[in-house]
């Protein structure tokens, strides 16, 4: 079936994204193994690929949502709902990137929380990263309606304030000792002003 200019570019750059997420899984567990290995030079690499990776899967989130809200609401989100998928609340949890991800977030949380000296400063850059990708899906959703409705997942709840809450659980694993200003908060406007709607909603 031909896809619609919205589509396509909703679609084209959720593809980019995902791409971009597998990188991050992967740099990610080979910094765990050069962290426990002791091999620091080589773990804060790897970290700050990490880093450069969640930056590009920011751009694509921001790029995703690069259209008008009537062609989201019209050609988008229907193509988001049966019979177009089988799915009557389909979301990017259901992706195994995102299980994968929020397993070995999961599992870094205490190493997180335990980083050499050596590291902090790439670490404080990667958190930042992840906190420009939440604001942009942030101000997409919102661009999108999500702040009047909820997602498709998540229908009765209003889908920022949603996101709001997901944002900081997955902010806690990755910086539980809170080493990022509390001056640049999720809900911190500033930064990309564009992302998509559904693919972090966890």
């Known amino acids: 079936m031909m896809l619609t200019h919205a589509q ?5 750059f959720h593809w980019s994204f995902f791409l971009n997420v597998q990188g991050l899984i992967i740099c990610l567990n080979r910094f765990e193994e ?12 790897e970290l700050q690929t990490a880093t450069v990776l969640m930056r590009a899967s920011g751009a694509s989130m921001e790029l995703a949502g690069s259209f008008e809200r009537d062609r989201y ?9 049966p019979p177009q998928v089988q799915s009557d609340n389909f979301s990017g949890l259901m992706s195994w990137e995102h299980a994968a991800l929020m397993k070995i977030w999961k599992r ?3 190493l997180f929380a335990n980083l050499p000296e050596a590291l902090t400063e790439q ?15 942030r101000a997409v959703c919102d661009k999108f309606g999500g702040s009047d409705g909820g997602s498709l997942r998540f229908e009765r709840s209003g889908a920022v304030e949603t996101l709001d809450k997901f944002g900081q659980s997955r902010l806690g694993l990755i910086d539980p ?3 990022v200003s509390e001056d640049t908060r999720l809900t911190d406007q500033s930064g990309p002003a564009h992302a998509e709607h559904s693919v972090l909603e966890s």
């Open 177 to 179: 000792c809170k080493t």
């Open 108 to 110: 870094l949380q205490p």
């Open 123 to 137: 670490h404080q850059a990667f958190v930042q990263a992840y906190m420009t990708l939440a604001r942009s899906h």
């Open 8 to 12: 396509a570019i909703w679609k084209g």
């Open 34 to 45: 050069r962290l426990n290995q002791g091999q620091l030079d080589e773990a804060n690499t």
């Open 73 to 81: 609401e019209t050609e988008v989100r229907t193509s988001m709902k």
